[in-house]
């Protein structure tokens, strides 16, 4: 029984030294990158209005829903955020804020200046995305990954070898940006003051930077 024992040992010890020589192969390490800048197609606005008494709220609240089905926003996707009454205040004592989504087919000037009225306290810009990131950032990495077996190829190639199979693929985000700021909210980026609003800003989608995704991919491949 110990010389079975002995031998099993002997041949699962055996096997792991098979197994780590098989992990150092002779390969090769690269990194693969890739960019893409997309056109953000949506604007996510968190919006706060305020009244002196709750039915003066309900009015203004009804107004904004209206100024907002006027520019297309449908009401899936306005959302309510929070409610806060000030009893210290002499004067609007009630506000609210909520959250509401602009595409693309909205006209974003006419928003912003048809909202420009005395109840309404700010209008913050909370995220600019594009609707189909999720694919862009598939692409993205996709191209990473082509990249490193590309400058795997012909740094072998130059040394007369080959690319073998894959050993190993980590992925490395290097940056990705889905939320960026309009250019002309730049020097107002943390609240647009509506009384304050300059009305010859250009608020169009076309005034908005590109949202930039940049991913790399750490690659090790046997060298044949």
């Excluded at 200046?113 to 995305?129: F, G, I, P, R």
């Excluded at 490193?148 to 980590?170: F, H, Q, R």
């Amino acid at each position: 029984m110990k010389l079975k024992h002995f031998l099993l040992i002997g041949i699962l010890t055996l096997g792991s030294f098979v197994n780590a020589q098989e992990v150092k192969k002779n390969a090769i390490e690269v990194t693969g990158v890739a960019e893409m800048e997309v056109e953000p197609d949506e604007i996510i606005f968190s919006i706060g209005i305020k009244a002196d008494n709750k039915n003066d709220l309900a009015d203004n609240e009804k107004k904004m829903f209206e100024i907002l089905k006027n520019a297309g926003v449908k009401n899936d996707d306005i959302k309510f955020k929070s409610m806060y009454q000030n009893i210290y205040s002499k004067t609007a004592k009630f506000s609210k804020n909520y959250e509401f989504k602009v595409n693309a087919k909205a006209n974003l000037s006419k928003v912003m200046e048809d909202l420009n009225q005395k109840w309404v306290t700010s209008l913050n810009v909370s995220e600019v995305k594009n609707s189909k990131i999720a694919d862009f950032r598939k692409v993205v990495k996709i191209n990473a990954l082509k990249a490193a077996k590309e400058k795997a190829d012909y740094l072998l190639e130059s040394m007369g070898k080959k690319t073998g199979n894959p050993l190993e693929i980590v992925e490395i985000e290097d940056y990705t940006s889905d939320t960026v700021m309009p250019v002309a909210y730049k020097s107002r980026a943390n609240s647009i003051q509506m009384e304050m609003a300059d009305a010859s800003v250009d608020f169009s989608f076309g005034n908005i930077e590109n949202i930039k995704l940049k991913y790399s991919i750490k690659t090790r491949y046997e060298i044949l």
